[in-house]
């Protein structure tokens, strides 16, 4: 018994600090480890949602890819027992470099690429190994410093690692996304993981390093550290470049809300155009005929009072108001910088008609469910303008559920007109709203407008600074079953843009590519797909 305790006290009289001591420092890097994981972690979920949709997708690739890779880097790391503390050190420096620029990479790859999927599941995998290599390491370590029996070891060591990843998922949305943003949140992280594993490492373990281990870890963490300093000096630059790759070099606008990144280029009727996460929501070559496409036919029959979902922009609005008999619009928008834009920009609050100047408009800065759920005023027209369906955090808006309270809202002769996406490249998702607005016990009449090929309005754009747009837009027209008109001549004269010819046909040409039997989506089972 002798004999086996003797090479454990020699082993701890090594170390420069007291064994209790060394197990509570060991404990606090993990803490402080486990936290930086889960920001990597988080950071590359949000940026994929951010960067190519579709979050729920991307959500799920992040995450199995991770685990699987946590699986690995475990077993690589068994090789590494025999050398802990050199080992660990290493690590974390890889892991802060890896997981402090995964940001900068993955827009970089979206900016001047067009593409960050390849990049996404590469920083997944790479990271999930790193961090998987961490716990067989620091288990090794923690009982160098105070030996106990190895369940107790696994406790302490998970406990820790749970809480930090606890601490780092609350840092992450409420301190380090609304202080820093995207890309100096990743590096700050990055920074904060090579200290705490580089400094556990040289102080505490530093005599179980030869020389040359000590220098290779002194040099490595200094030049990571410099590295991601300096990226964090440069990052406002890196940020205008990246920004003028997508946008071109017309930037007027660019600000991230708490809700998205809102991004205005261009100042004239014909080189307006606003993007939202990176994706063009109106392009001002082609959105009159998008939204005398969505407002005028909604709008034959009674239309005192209009209810506009989304629609921020005013551009909705601005056809809304062209007739004298409106007596009120209240436009929802969850965005208040959009409003505010489309309020105060010059060039944008030309194009929308210097809608929110009329007394006849208000607005209410709310998420559109919510706001329905509690509405107690009643309209003769609902009018959906929202970006396409897809499995995001909008896809409620496209829900049986929302249509129902759509419904509730709406007098007996009132119309509901929702943008459906483009009927083109997205027949499945088009009739899928189709179906769910019809379960909320409205009757339907889908119609298709061709768009222009020199831009679009309303739907995500195909790809970061391409001028290709959808072919076409589709739309759902829907009434309550006491009755209403659901013609599709438009309740106005004169449109600017769209023949009235093409819109008395437009049902026909939704009618020739229906899809039978399509279920509808719902709060519980979502249908739709990723946005196009």
């Known amino acids: 018994m002798i004999d086996q305790q003797t090479p454990v006290r020699r082993a701890a009289a090594r170390l420069p600090v007291r064994p209790r001591t060394g197990r509570f420092l060991v404990l606090a890097v993990v803490f402080v480890c486990a936290a930086c994981g889960l920001v990597y972690e988080l950071e590359l979920v949000a940026l994929a949602s951010y960067l190519i949709g579709d979050s729920v997708t991307q959500a799920s690739v992040v995450l199995s890819v991770m685990v699987f890779a946590m699986g690995i880097g475990s077993l690589l790391a068994k090789r590494l027992r025999c050398r802990a503390a050199v080992g660990f050190g290493l690590i974390e420096a890889a892991l802060a470099l890896t997981g402090g620029t995964s940001a900068l990479v993955l827009h970089a790859s979206f900016a001047w690429l067009g593409e960050s999927r390849h990049a996404l599941v590469c920083f997944s995998l790479a990271i999930g190994i790193l961090i998987g290599a961490e716990i067989p390491l620091l288990m090794t370590m ?9 369940g107790g070891a696994v406790a302490d060591l998970f406990a820790a690692d749970y809480v930090g990843a606890l601490v780092g998922g609350l840092a992450f949305p409420f301190l380090l996304l609304p202080m820093m943003g995207q890309l100096t949140g990743a590096l700050f992280t990055g920074g904060v993981n090579a200290v705490a594993g580089g400094a556990l490492v040289l102080w505490v373990f530093r005599r179980d390093l030869g020389s040359r281990e000590r220098r290779l870890l002194i040099v490595v963490n200094a030049v990571v550290i410099a590295l991601l300093a300096t990226a964090t000096v440069l990052v406002d630059d890196f940020e205008r470049a990246a920004r003028r790759a997508v946008y071109g070099d017309e930037v007027r606008v660019a600000v991230r809300t708490g809700v998205q990144e809102v991004v205005l280029t261009g100042t004239g009727r014909g080189s307006l155009d606003l993007y939202l996460d990176g994706r063009l929501r109106v392009s001002s070559r082609d959105e009159y005929r998008f939204h005398e496409a969505l407002v005028h036919p909604a709008m034959k029959g009674a239309h005192r009072r209009v209810l506009i979902l989304g629609g921020g922009d005013g551009l909705a609005a601005r056809e809304v108001l062209r007739y004298p008999d409106v007596t009120a619009v209240v436009v929802v928008e969850l965005d208040p910088a959009v409003t505010r834009l489309a309020r105060t920009d010059p060039a944008l609050s030309r194009l929308n008609g210097h809608a929110y100047d009329d007394p006849r408009l208000r607005t209410a800065t709310a998420d559109a469910f919510t706001w329905l759920r509690a509405a107690r005023d009643r309209f003769d027209v609902v009018i959906s303008d929202l970006p396409d369906p897809g499995i995001t955090a909008g896809s409620k808006l496209y829900a049986a559920e929302f249509y129902g309270l759509v419904a509730d809202v709406l007098e007996p002769g009132g119309r509901l007109v929702v943008h459906a996406g483009p009927l083109a490249g997205s027949r499945e998702t088009f009739w899928t709203v189709e179906a769910s607005v019809r379960t909320s016990g409205l009757r339907t009449r889908p119609y298709r407008v061709a768009g222009r090929l020199t831009g679009f309005a309303a739907g995500p754009a195909p790809g970061p600074g391409t001028d290709e747009a959808p072919r076409d837009w589709g739309f759902v027209l829907a009434a309550r079953h006491e009755g209403g008109p659901l013609g599709l001549d438009p309740g106005v004269p004169v ?38």
């Open 142 to 150: 923690i009982q160098r410093v105070d030996r106990q029996d190895a």
């Open 495 to 532: 449109l600017r843009t769209l023949a009235e010819r093409e819109l008395r046909a437009a049902r026909h040409e939704a009618e020739r590519v229906r899809q039978r039997g399509v279920p509808p989506s719902t709060l519980v089972h979502p249908r739709y797909r990723e946005a196009p």
